[in-house]
Structure formats: structure tokens, C-alpha cells
């Protein structure tokens, strides 16, 4: 079975950076497909990042141009390094994985597993 585990959250000033990792338990064909999602309370979970295992990277376009996610196949770990935060970076985020390679966008990709989320939490 797949598992996701995040780890790295926590508090920054504006403008400083976090990085994000994701340790992926058992990986399968359901994780041909790698994201990281954000979720404010009261909003829509928000697709950020996307990564398949070719190494190929999607992002959406707050994310573009700070955020970077990479993959580690043989460590089975991701991570999202994320630089030049912002108060509205803040958010809980998550560890997603899907089945669906050729699908693998910011706009297509939908997840099927879950990791439980780690809080990052941007002051000004």
C-alpha cells in the first residue's frame, strides 16, 4: 500500500524558505505521478506542483519561478523547495501521488493518496 509521509513545515518570515519533503512508502504504478497541494481553511485544496517519475514539472503560476519540486526515484523521496514565501503561501500542504503519468499537470492531475499534510505558516 502507498503511504505519503510530509515533513519540513513550519514558521518564516516573508521572503525566507522552507523545504518541503515527502517520504513515499511502497511505490507503485499509483505514484507514476507525483504533486503537492496547499489548503487554506474555508478554500479549495490547490494544486501547486507536479512531477512525474521522468522528471518532468508542472507548476502553477503562483508557484512559478520560487517553487521547485523534485523527485528522488532510488530514495523514494520528493521535496518542494519553496523561496521567496509569502504571506500567502501559508497554508497546510500535502503529499499527493496518482496513477496517471501521461496526465501529469498542475490543470489534469488528481491524486489518490494522501499524505497528512504539514503546516507552513509565512509572517510578515
Known amino acids: 500500500q502507498v503511504q505519503l509521509q510530509e515533513s519540513g513545515g513550519g514558521s518564516v518570515q516573508s521572503g525566507g524558505s522552507l523545504r518541503l519533503s515527502c517520504k513515499i512508502t511502497?511505490?507503485?504504478?499509483?505514484?507514476?505521478?507525483m504533486a503537492w497541494f496547499r489548503q487554506v481553511p474555508g478554500k479549495e485544496r490547490e494544486k501547486i506542483a507536479t512531477?512525474?517519475?521522468?522528471?518532468?514539472?508542472d507548476y502553477v503560476t503562483s508557484a512559478k519561478g520560487r517553487f521547485t519540486i523534485s523527485l528522488d526515484n532510488d530514495k523514494n523521496m520528493m521535496w518542494l523547495q519553496m523561496n521567496s514565501l509569502k504571506p500567502e503561501d501559508t497554508a497546510m500542504y500535502y503529499c499527493a501521488s496518482g496513477p496517471i503519468w501521461d496526465q501529469c499537470t498542475v490543470a489534469r492531475m488528481r491524486a489518490s493518496y494522501w499524505g497528512q499534510g504539514t503546516q507552513v505558516t509565512v509572517s510578515s
Open positions: 511502497n511505490p507503485s504504478i499509483s505514484t507514476n505521478c
Open positions: 512531477i512525474d517519475k521522468l522528471g518532468n514539472t
